[in-house]
Nanobody, 121 residues
Framework: QVQLVESGGGLVQAGGSLRLSCAAS????????MRWYRQAPGKQRELVAT???????DYADSVKGRFTISRDNAKNTVYLQMNSLKPEDTAVYYC???????????????WGQGTQVTVSS
């Protein structure tokens, strides 16, 4: 069974940096786009960054120039390097990926369990 496991969250002061990781495991035939989302208390989940299988990236305006998404296809892992963090970046961060399980013919969206990022002022 395919699963995504995140790591790297924590508490950091404003202006600091964190690096999130999300590793996919299981019976993986292939992985298309990989994404990071976040959800702050009382707010809707929002898309933060996307990286395609070809390496094309896209970012929410609120994080452009500060966050960098990347992936290691050999390790089935996506990263989110977060620099110049602000208190408004505080949220639970979730990774998601479009994955084809080797036992299925469809591409399905899988989610990680979430990791808390807290930025103090």
């Amino acid at each position: 069974q395919v699963q995504l496991v995140e790591s790297g969250g924590g508490l950091v002061q404003a202006g600091g940096s964190l690096r999130l990781s999300c590793a996919a495991s299981g019976r993986i035939f292939g992985i298309n786009a990989m994404r990071w989302y976040r959800q702050a208390p009382g707010k809707q989940r929002e898309l933060v960054a996307t990286v395609t299988s070809a390496g094309t990236t896209d970012y929410a305006d609120s994080v452009k120039g500060r966050f960098t998404i990347s992936r290691d296809n050999a390790k089935n892992t996506v990263y989110l390097q977060m620099n110049s963090l602000k208190p408004e970046d505080t949220a639970v961060y979730y990774c998601a990926a479009s994955i084809r399980d080797s036992g299925r013919l469809t591409w399905d969206k899988y989610w990680g369990q979430g990791t808390q990022v807290t930025v103090s002022s």
